[in-house]
């Protein structure tokens, strides 16, 4: 356990390097500045314009990232660069463990501060919403869905090369959003179509329990249901990695 934890802080120190921090704070700085001024122009509400925009914003941001930083941090390690530690004595499993503990901390790092800067530049910019319980619910929701991308990104780059692994990811990631019932789909027709889309909702987590503004009550139960979901996908996933990456040759 200590050495995953030192290699975890090592890919957290990396990360900090590379200033993923530094954009967080600039995007979230733009799109509270645009989604307030949208919410100017538009009829409705701009409470609500302003708070769908953000959101959408940073959950669009929050999962790319973690995809991004999945393929380049994880991805290390099936990279001759990590041949002197391998040599060393660390194990493949160590490895891929520790990165993906780095890379997963930062992820749920990033998916609850960008909520909570916006909160922050809401009220710099002279907004103060009565109601932001929607991006109080986004600080949990958010790193839950987040660490299951993080975790797809992590197995696809074992799997194949980094091209083709990102392509997989962001592939992945495109289809559960537009797939929000797989399940319902499938059970409601009962042809061959409706089969497929039964069984291939076995692959995509429910993204409908991640979203603040599509849950119609918010509640402990949608939260546990949450990260059932995000434990059983994650742990699927880096199993997944980690067997393919014992038996690969670097």
Not at 57 to 75: K, R
Not at 80 to 85: A, C, K, N, S
């Amino acid at each position: 356990m200590r050495v995953i934890a030192n290699i975890a802080s090592q890919t957290i120190l990396e990360i900090i390097r590379a200033r993923v921090l530094h954009a967080l704070l600039v995007f979230v700085a733009v799109l509270a500045w645009g989604s307030l001024f949208l919410g100017d122009l538009s009829f409705e509400s701009q409470a609500e314009i302003a708070l769908d925009l953000s959101l959408t914003g940073v959950g669009l941001f929050c999962s790319l990232t973690s995809i991004l930083l999945a393929l380049e941090f994880v991805g290390v390690a099936t990279r001759p660069i990590v041949w002197p530690l391998l040599a060393s004595g660390i194990s493949r499993t160590t490895l891929l463990l520790g990165r993906w503990c780095g890379v997963a901390l930062v992820a749920v790092t990033l998916s609850i501060a960008a909520p909570l800067t916006l909160v922050l530049f809401f009220f710099l910019l002279g907004y103060d919403p009565s109601n932001q319980s929607d991006l109080m619910h986004a600080m949990i929701l958010m790193p839950l869905e987040n660490l299951i991308w993080a975790s797809a990104c992590s197995a696809f780059t074992i799997l194949a090369p980094r091209a083709l692994a990102l392509a997989m990811a962001f592939g992945y990631w495109a289809v559960a959003n537009l797939h929000h019932h797989p399940f319902t789909y499938g059970a409601l027709r009962s042809d061959w179509q409706g089969q497929v889309g039964l069984y291939f909702g076995v692959f995509l987590p429910d993204i409908e329990f991640y979203n603040a503004r599509l849950l119609e009550h918010f509640s402990m139960k949608v939260v546990l249901v949450a990260a059932v979901q995000t434990s059983c996908f994650s742990l699927a996933f880096l199993f997944m990695a980690l067997l393919f990456l014992r038996r690969r040759d670097l």
